[in-house]
């Protein structure tokens, strides 16, 4: 019908159909027009279920329930405090270091009769870090950090999946470190933590998330120290690290940027799923791969998660993952190693 009537025609139709509907009704229809259909967090929780479904598999039913469930903290004992009491203290609270129990008491228990996977004949902890949580199913919080008899915080509460990273790191006393994306600083602490850095240079592009960091480090390790690491804070684009300083770490964190999935799920405000946002929530993994390429990445013949984080860009948006890379012995070996939330899942505590 539409082809049979002239254009003259269809705007006096569509000018009619327009006068006769009441001005309160006008307005209306023209905000529901502008409207988001439906909030960033359940945009968020729709994407997360096609991605992670799939990547996750089996394992996805109880990550989406650790996620969408209120987060449930570890605590990183401050080993520049009295550390032997504060862990004391936090044992006294029933909480357990998960770190010591899966390194030196094996794996923990697998799950549905299956069968751990050894861990690989190379597979070198970072060592001396000591986080404490609550046992599955046991919700309690930790109280808020105190200021020790030392002059700095107790310990920082973190989620304690956070820490796998900095555990895979597999740090060597002497190493020089590079945190490239690195507040608010809570694997910068634990890289400090395990007495290993020699130089440790912390850096973020962001000036005021440069400035948490650097209250976080004042707050948990004493001034000598500092100046004993030699830890310098600066705010640099990642990306062109290599121009700037070329490779000269021995390890190397890139905790890029991601999708932050537990805030997307819970918070409406500064959720990179909402509409305005989608072209930076597309752009994350090429923004990935640059801050990969920028702190000296070079990709191996063989290795395809680098390959994986672009290819996973536009359509669900960035998957959620640290990537640490870390040069092993005068070979240069590097591994980059995808941590995925499933990790979270074996350390047997909600991520
Ligand atoms: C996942 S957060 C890092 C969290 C931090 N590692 C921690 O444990 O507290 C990612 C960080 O990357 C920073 N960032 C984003 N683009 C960057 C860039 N081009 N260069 C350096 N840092 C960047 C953000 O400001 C943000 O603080």
Aim: hydrophobic share 40%.
């Amino acid at each position: 019908m539409a082809a049979l009537v002239g254009k003259g025609v269809r705007d006096m139709l569509k000018r009619a159909d327009f006068m006769t509907v009441p001005r309160r009704q006008r307005h209306k229809k023209k905000w529901a027009a502008t409207e988001p259909k439906f909030p960033a967090s359940r945009l968020a929780l729709q994407n997360f279920d096609m991605t992670y479904s799939v990547q996750f598999g089996d394992l996805w039913p109880s990550i989406r329930v650790s996620l969408l469930s209120e987060q449930k903290y570890g605590a990183l004992v401050n080993n520049f405090a009295a550390w032997d009491r504060v862990s004391a203290e936090l044992e006294q609270l029933s909480a357990r270091d998960f770190v010591n129990e899966a390194i030196f008491h094996g794996e923990p228990e697998p799950e549905n009769g299956q069968t751990a996977a050894p861990p690989p004949a190379s597979w070198a902890c970072s060592p001396n870090l000591r986080c404490f949580t609550f046992a599955r199913g046991d919700v309690s919080r930790f109280p808020p950090a105190r200021l020790g008899s030392l002059g700095v915080m107790d310990y920082y509460l973190m989620d304690a999946a956070s820490l796998l990273p900095v555990l895979a790191l597999g740090l060597q006393p002497g190493d020089t470190v590079l945190d490239l994306c690195a507040a608010p600083g809570g694997k910068t602490l634990a890289l400090l933590q395990t007495g290993c850095c020699r130089n440790l240079a912390a850096n973020d592009l962001s000036t005021s998330r440069a400035g948490r960091l650097q209250k976080v480090l004042h707050s948990y390790v004493p001034q000598d120290v500092r100046d004993r690491n030699r830890v310098r804070v600066t705010s640099w684009d990642g990306r062109k690290w290599g121009e700037l300083e070329g490779d000269i770490y021995d390890r190397v964190l890139v905790d890029v940027p991601c999708t932050t999935d537990r805030h997307s799920l819970h918070e409406e405000e500064n959720n990179i799923f909402q509409r305005s946002r989608k072209k930076e929530r597309q752009m994350l993994p090429v923004l990935q791969v640059q801050l990969l390429a920028g702190s000296g990445w070079t990709a191996l013949p063989g290795v395809g998660a680098l390959g994986c984080a672009g290819q996973r860009s536009g359509r669900m948006g960035a998957p959620n993952r640290c990537y640490a890379r870390a040069s092993e012995g005068a070979q240069g070996n590097r591994v980059l190693l995808p941590l995925r939330l499933a990790q979270c899942v074996r350390t047997g505590e909600q991520s």
